[in-house]
């Protein structure tokens, strides 16, 4: 009785298999690439937009969005509150968050201005902020320093006592709806230095990018997880360990 011949792959057979499989890993790696590539775009837009229509409010006010002390003499008193006009965006100069104060109407004063989209509601939890937006769910405009320029909540930066764009959720502002507790990190070093370097000087205490040190205020974000506080580093990890923070055209 004859045996069957068994047959098995051809070393070509076997190439064209391992080409393929390369082939898809390389496919599917580079579309996580054009992926968060797309996202840090759109953080950047976002942060753009803003950016501008601050600008844009302080030409046609005279005043800084959630700073303005005649908001309600303009869009009445209904989800609006004036601000006390010292030309910072402030939290409730180290008080509790009462939902009425400059950092819970910053992008609230430029969208009854018409000057940004969507809808904003900025709710209290825990005595801190925590924001719901269209634009970015983690975003919000904050100066977190007192009438002395002394730090608030536990934030420190070479930004602090500016006006800033604060994304991230954090201990003492910006907080999403439902992440009460300690703050908690938005972006990873690489992808915070990636963006630093494309728009700014790639520097995480320098120029108008930077991150927020919340050892003081018992959140997990700090110069061990972000970037060297001194020289400006950023840490090689692709972990989420930074909060990050932009300052505005004007001050």
């Not at 910072?88 to 018409?114: F, Y």
């Not at 977190?144 to 604060?166: P, R």
Request: glycine share 14%; charged share 20%.
């Amino acid at each position: 009785m004859l045996k069957s011949k068994k047959s098995g792959f051809s070393l070509v057979e076997l190439s064209i298999v391992i080409i393929i499989i390369g082939l898809l890993f390389v496919g599917v790696s580079g579309g996580s690439k054009l992926i968060k590539s797309a996202k840090l775009n759109k953080i950047m837009r976002d942060i753009s937009a803003v950016d501008t229509s601050f600008l844009a409010f302080l030409q046609a006010y005279d005043a800084y969005p959630g700073d303005f002390k005649d908001a309600t003499t303009f869009w009445g008193t209904t989800g609006v509150a004036d601000g006390d006009g010292d030309g910072k965006i402030e939290i409730n100069d180290g008080a509790a968050a009462t939902g009425n104060d400059e950092v819970s109407n910053g992008l609230l004063h430029m969208q009854k201005a018409e000057l940004i989209d969507g809808t904003f509601d900025i709710v209290i939890q825990n005595s801190s902020y925590a924001m719901k937006g269209e634009l970015n769910s983690k975003l919000v405009l904050a100066n977190e320093a007192n009438s002395a320029g002394t730090s608030l909540g536990g934030f420190n930066s070479s930004l602090s006592g500016q006006n800033l764009i604060v994304l991230g959720r954090t201990n003492s502002a910006a907080r999403s709806t439902g992440d009460a507790g300690a703050g908690s990190a938005f972006i990873s070093p690489r992808d915070l230095y990636s963006l630093d370097s494309k728009f700014d000087d790639g520097n995480a205490v320098g120029g108008k990018i930077s991150f927020r040190d919340e050892t003081a205020g018992g959140g997990n974000v700090t110069p061990a997880t972000c970037a060297d506080a001194t020289s400006g580093v950023y840490v090689g990890s692709e972990t989420d360990g930074c909060n990050m923070i932009y300052k505005m055209k004007i001050r």
